[in-house]
């Protein structure tokens, strides 16, 4: 597992002014999400050639789950042609079903990967079903072609089935479509024509995602998952509203009502690069990121700048369906 005391400065410490996506995957266990993503940090440069798949962070938070700690912020970050993409995973279950939307509003498109032997799962038709209803615009990745068994025309019509049985509207029902073999790493517009490597995922998404709207004012972030870390303490992950924050930056707290929770500063702000997460000095609107120092922030209360009055809200708002302990 990654510890953030360990983790080695990956990057420069000034924030590098990059373009920015903000995407989810969506998909049902087992059909290729970790093998997608290990493939995209590998074509992106973000693995070493000899490190080990299997210390990526997607993986690695069993631990805390199974104390029941929480469900960590598992995000990884690659970038294609300058542009950096952060890719928030979804639980794939009803069950973490205020976790789902706080996920999804975090990001401006998402994948759905399925199965090309088996088609969309019904687990994962909750978790469609909320990101067309906050209006998500999902490309389809029809994976493991390869397998003999293998019908990727019927997955795209069964997909079309099932996002018209969730109200998806015409613009949600004209999804993007790229096949392809996560396994042997590629995918291409065509089913019948492998290609070499995942450039054509890595394109479509930057044609189909638009960059994160940055909101106007000073810095301001709602928090979208808590962990406690044994290092850092209570660590918030959240999508920078609006400004700019640096470490040491006195902010405060406020709930869903505006009124006050804390003040205090910021200790430590992490981001995602790669398979870890590295502390950067400064953070910018539109980013994913986590903050240490606060000790009382929670889910759905907004972090800001001492002047800033206004909670920001998700939309729509559940409650936590997790209990969090600390
Ligand atoms: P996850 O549960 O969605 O993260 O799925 P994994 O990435 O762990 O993959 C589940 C299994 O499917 C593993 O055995 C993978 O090797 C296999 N797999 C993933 N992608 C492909 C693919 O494109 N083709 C084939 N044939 N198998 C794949």
Known sequence: M??????????????PMMKLRNIAII???DHGKTTLVDRLLQQSGAFRDNQRVAERVMDSNDLERERGITILAKAT??????????????PGHADFGGEVERILSMVDGAIVLVDAAEGPMPQTKFVVGKALKIGLKPIVCVNKVDKPDARPSEVVNEVFDLFAALDATDEQLDFPIIYGSAKQGWMSNSPDKPAVDMAAL???????????????????MLGTLLEANPYLGRIVTGRVFSGSIRTNAPVKVLDVEGDLVETGRVSKILAFR???????????AGDIIAIAGLEKFNVADTLCSPEEVEPLHAQPIDPPTLSMTF
């Open 202 to 220: 890595f394109d479509l998404v930057l044609k189909h995602v638009e960059a994160p709207k940055v909101g106007a004012g000073g810095f301001r």
């Open 77 to 90: 970050s690659v970038v294609w042609k300058d542009i950096r993409v952060n890719i928030v995973d979804t």
């Open 2 to 15: 990654t510890t953030l005391e360990s983790a080695p400065a990956l990057v420069s410490n000034h924030t």
């Open 27 to 29: 998909a049902h266990v």
């Open 274 to 284: 790669g398979i870890e997460r590295a502390p950067i000095d400064e953070a910018v």
